[in-house]
């Protein structure tokens, strides 16, 4: 009789499971520092990438950095700019990166498109390249300061927080607006809006002998409201030969302005011989525009220096057809003297100046000899009488004595009649 047998099971592990095991380990761990490689790679490029990045853009901004348009020693010059290549180590000498700039001739006006490439070979020995794209514009920076301006519509506000186009002799009544008596013992008074500084009102009826300055709401009686623009000026004469346009004062002889507007209502002008004096007042010494035959007993003051000079200042008032802009010319009309070319007659002359250098003064703030689509105020449109057969002066733009050295008045003129 047979015993039958008991199968055995298997104890431990074999030698080729343990192999296998070993082996799946072992490609684990290889994954597993190859990804740690990777991820130090990465790293090591995408700090690279950023150092790249702040390369090129210190190279765009040093090329926004010019203070000049044309080329001039020791300035940094917008012609000056040009394709470059540079080379920058860092991370202690660790990364060695080439900075390349491109510079073509952009589409755009006054501007140069820049292509600025920073490259480098990362830890792998691969290649590696961070490309930025700018437009630089060829923008004088001394006009930068304009981005920082008002809106054009909205208007500037002047020393005394009125609109610049309110004269300053206008007396504020508090109430949004502005009085000005063009003569100092006329009837006539003008009303100015402080906000846009357009004439709001012509008032008839004033007292004579209240000064601007003595003006409130009530006393202006009745007034038109139709909506107007200020020009004024001075008118200078001058009899020496040749004409001195800088120190003009000969006594003025009687005279008006005329201003011709086409397709608006009439205009309104009124002028006044007057003189400056310089007196004291409780803030400071101050050089005040009078009336010629002012004395101080008639303006409230003890007593004042008289400087010598003498014009005729003038206010004139457009309206404008819809209130937009008007066109026309101001001329002078003189009373007991005649203008013309002859030995006994005179020249009248307009101080204009080429103030956006064009090479005409066409515009309107440059005194042309007609204006064209003027749509707000207009003063220092002056005027230069000479004797008639001499020559308008010319000049140019000279610093005016004891300001600062960028401080300029252009004295120039040009023949305006006959």
Same mark, same amino acid.
């Given at each position: ?49 950023? *150092? ?12 926004? %950095?010019?203070?000049?348009? +044309? ?19 860092? %991370? ?15 589409d755009a006006p006054h501007a140069k498109s820049a292509v600025v490439t920073v490259s480098w070979i990362d830890r792998s020995g691969g290649a590696q390249q961070v490309v930025l794209n700018s437009l630089i514009a060829g923008v004088d920076p001394a006009i930068s300061g304009a981005l920082g301006l008002a809106r054009g519509t909205t208007p500037l506000t002047g020393p005394l927080g009125r609109s610049i186009r309110v004269p300053l002799a206008a007396k504020n009544l508090g109430n949004g607006t502005s009085v000005l008596k063009p003569v100092s013992t006329g009837t006539d008074a003008l009303v100015f809006d402080n906000t846009s500084g357009v004439v709001t009102g012509h008032c008839?009826?004033? #007292? ?38 800088? &120190?003009? #004062? ?21 002028? *006044? ?19 010629? +035959? ?20 003038? &206010?004139?008032?457009?309206? @404008?057809?819809?209130?937009? +802009? ?16 002859? @030995? ?13 250098? #064009? ?6 703030? *440059? &005194? ?8 707000? +105020?207009?003063?220092?449109? #002056? ?32 023949? &305006?009649?006959?």
């Amino acid at each position: 009789m047979r015993t039958p047998s008991i199968p055995r099971r298997q104890r431990g592990t074999s030698l080729l499971e343990a192999l296998v095991a070993f082996l799946v380990l072992s490609l684990g761990m290889l994954t597993v520092a190859r990804v740690q490689t990777q991820l130090r790679l990465n790293a090591d490029v995408a700090r690279q990438r950023s *150092e790249a990045v702040r390369l090129a853009q210190e190279d765009l901004e040093t090329l926004r %950095d010019f203070a000049v348009i +044309a080329v001039a020693a020791g300035a940094r010059a917008y012609d000056a700019i040009a394709s470059a290549s540079r080379s920058v180590d860092t %991370d202690a000498g660790a990364t060695h990166y080439t900075v390349a700039r491109q510079i073509d001739a952009a589409d755009a006006p006054h501007a140069k498109s820049a292509v600025v490439t920073v490259s480098w070979i990362d830890r792998s020995g691969g290649a590696q390249q961070v490309v930025l794209n700018s437009l630089i514009a060829g923008v004088d920076p001394a006009i930068s300061g304009a981005l920082g301006l008002a809106r054009g519509t909205t208007p500037l506000t002047g020393p005394l927080g009125r609109s610049i186009r309110v004269p300053l002799a206008a007396k504020n009544l508090g109430n949004g607006t502005s009085v000005l008596k063009p003569v100092s013992t006329g009837t006539d008074a003008l009303v100015f809006d402080n906000t846009s500084g357009v004439v709001t009102g012509h008032c008839s009826g004033v #007292n004579p002998a209240s000064a601007t300055r003595d003006l409130s709401a009530a006393d202006l009686g009745s007034c038109d409201t139709t909506v107007g623009q200020l020009l004024s000026g001075v008118v200078r004469f001058s009899s020496t030969a040749p004409p001195d346009a800088a &120190h003009a #004062n000969d006594l003025p002889p009687a005279l008006s302005i005329a201003l011709a507007v086409g397709g608006s209502a009439a205009p309104w002008c009124a002028s *006044e011989a007057m003189k400056t004096v310089a007196l004291s007042s409780a803030s400071g010494l101050r050089v005040d525009a009078v009336p010629l +035959a002012a004395t101080p007993a008639s303006l409230g003051v003890a007593s004042w220096t008289d400087t010598g000079e003498r014009f005729v200042a003038y &206010h004139c008032v457009a309206y @404008p057809t819809g209130g937009a +802009a008007w066109s026309g010319r101001a001329t002078v009309v003189p009373s007991g003297w005649t203008i013309g070319s002859g @030995p006994t007659d005179r020249r009248v002359c307009r101080y204009s100046s080429d103030l956006d250098g #064009n090479g005409t003064a066409s515009a309107n703030l *440059e &005194h042309p000899a007609d204006y064209a689509g003027v749509a707000a +105020a207009l003063a220092h449109q #002056n005027f230069l009488v000479v004797g008639g057969t001499e020559t308008c002066p010319a000049g140019s733009a000279v610093q005016v004595a004891g300001s600062s050295a960028d401080v300029f008045v252009d004295r120039g003129t040009v023949a &305006h009649q006959p």
